[in-house]
């Protein structure tokens, strides 16, 4: 790992970690995060509560990716406090990252101050970006309810840097919108993005849809996403690059997809699908082949490739 990146005052010893999803939720998963070369280890979005998860089969995995609908099985926030502890204790040198859900502004504020208060973790990722109440958008689609929510957790008192997990835009007046809302608040990082959500593959053989839950719905990732979360990442370093730092996530399998996060505009970039379909060995992999690309284009530093996209 050659080049180091860092958010606010957090170092991270490499620009490639994990992305909260597959193989984050249990301690021996976070423990092998930690003996890979994932340059941070983040945690599975936690609530309030534990939740269960979703009837079977509900993750399945395509040739371009996969589709879930897990329905945000977690083992609640205190035991992500446990965890990190326990981490810190013993591999002090990786950063910490917890993952917030949303039910309620009562529970977010809950989850941010337990966390602000915590000394075992290093930064908080806020997700705005799942359904969290039945019969509302995701928050993320909600400009003012974002607004109310982000006044209140900014209200919260704490040094950690506190970032958001978006969900993918498609027109630029809406990210026009968000971005409006995020530039009030002294928000550290946005990571873009989640999952494109309420999509449907189906097998033809079966003539049924491949995961149960909603009817067949899911939130799809893996290759499908990448150029929604490329335009994404370019769309917010446009009106934002002054403010915050972009994570780049969706669709990252190989170095060739780091590169391109990297020349978007991303400072960091998290794996999702690739972590649950190669297992850990996939940061060593594709820390190796972006480290021989670097050497190979000459470049010393991320910094003369981050938002160097040479537009035509
Ligand atoms: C099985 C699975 C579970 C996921 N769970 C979460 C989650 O709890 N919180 C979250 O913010 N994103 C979650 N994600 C989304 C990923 O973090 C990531 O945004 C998405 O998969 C795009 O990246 P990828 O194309 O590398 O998979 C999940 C993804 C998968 C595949």
């Known amino acids: 790992m050659k080049f180091t990146a860092n958010i606010w005052k957090v170092v991270f ?4 970690y994990n992305s909260s999803g597959p193989r984050c939720t249990t301690p021996d998963e976070l423990r092998a995060l930690w003996e890979s070369e994932s340059s941070a280890i983040m945690m ?13 089969p509900r993750y399945m995995e395509v040739d371009l990716g996969s589709i879930n609908s897990i329905g945000l099985a977690n083992h609640g926030y205190k035991k992500y ?26 529970d977010f504020i809950e989850l941010v101050t337990a966390f602000q208060n915590d000394e075992n973790v290093d930064i908080l990722e806020v997700n705005l970006s799942c359904p969290n109440v039945l019969g509302k958008p995701q928050i993320a689609y909600d400009f003012e309810g974002s607004d ?43 990571t873009c993005i989640n999952s494109v959500g309420n999509t449907l593959i189906i097998d033809p053989e079966t003539e049924s849809p491949l995961i149960a839950p909603k009817g067949g719905l899911g939130w799809l990732w893996g290759d499908y996403v990448k150029p929604v979360a490329l335009a ?14 972009i994570i780049g996530c969706g669709g990252i399998k190989s170095w060739v997809d780091v590169f391109e996060h990297l020349l978007a505009w991303a400072s960091l970039v998290q794996l999702g699908t690739v972590l649950g379909k190669e297992n850990t060995i996939c940061f060593e992999r594709i820390q190796k082949e972006f480290d021989e690309y670097m050497d190979k284009k000459w470049y010393s530093d991320v910094n003369q490739l981050v938002g160097n996209l040479k537009e035509l």
């Open 13 to 16: 010893p490499g620009v490639i």
């Open 44 to 56: 599975k979005s936690c609530s309030p509560l534990p939740r269960e998860w979703n009837p079977e």
């Open 81 to 106: 406090l446990e965890y990190a502890a326990e981490l810190k204790a013993e591999f002090p040198n990786k950063p910490i990252v917890v993952s917030i859900v949303w039910f309620s502004h009562v």
């Open 148 to 190: 109310e929510l982000l006044a209140k957790i900014f209200a919260i008192p704490g040094e950690k840097p506190v970032g958001l997990k978006l969900p993918p835009y498609f027109d630029p007046v809406h990210t026009a919108m968000m971005a409006e809302v995020l530039k009030k608040y002294p928000i550290s990082f946005i």
């Open 232 to 245: 994404n990442v370019r769309m917010f370093y446009k009106l934002l690059w002054d403010r915050m730092k």
